[in-house]
Nanobody
């Protein structure tokens, strides 16, 4: 039984920053890769970033590389997404997800548990 709860979303001006958090329940958090996805109205859910169970490896979508940073604190059962230089196209509901193993890729089906999502709106 796993529960993921995202927080930190809000309204930010273009060029600004925001830090999202995802708090996870469970005793085996450190054994699973974690990822961030986002979904805008009328669009499919898309991959944003992923991090391995230990935090030793990260991967980013080209659209956010250099601007976003994913990290995790296994002692706190929490994964973070630091978003800098935000653009209008970053506006979406952001979801935290647990991978199916120590490592996970960019596909939606590579993750088995999802949070409820947190809204991020970037204004001009």
């Amino acid at each position: 039984q796993v529960q993921l709860v995202e927080s930190g979303g809000g309204l930010v001006q273009a060029g600004g920053s925001l830090r999202l958090s995802c708090a996870a329940s469970g005793r085996t958090f450190r054994y699973y890769a974690m990822g961030w996805f986002r979904q805008a109205p009328g669009k499919e859910r898309e991959f944003v970033a992923a991090i391995s169970g230990s935090g030793g490896s990260t991967y980013y979508a080209d659209s956010v590389k250099g601007r976003f940073t994913i990290s995790r604190d296994n002692a706190k059962n929490t994964v973070y997404l630091q978003m800098n230089s935000l653009k209008l196209e970053d506006t979406a509901v952001y979801y935290c997800a647990r991978g199916r193993g120590l490592g996970a890729g960019t596909g939606v089906h590579e993750y088995d548990y999802w949070g409820q999502g947190t809204q991020v709106t970037v204004s001009s």
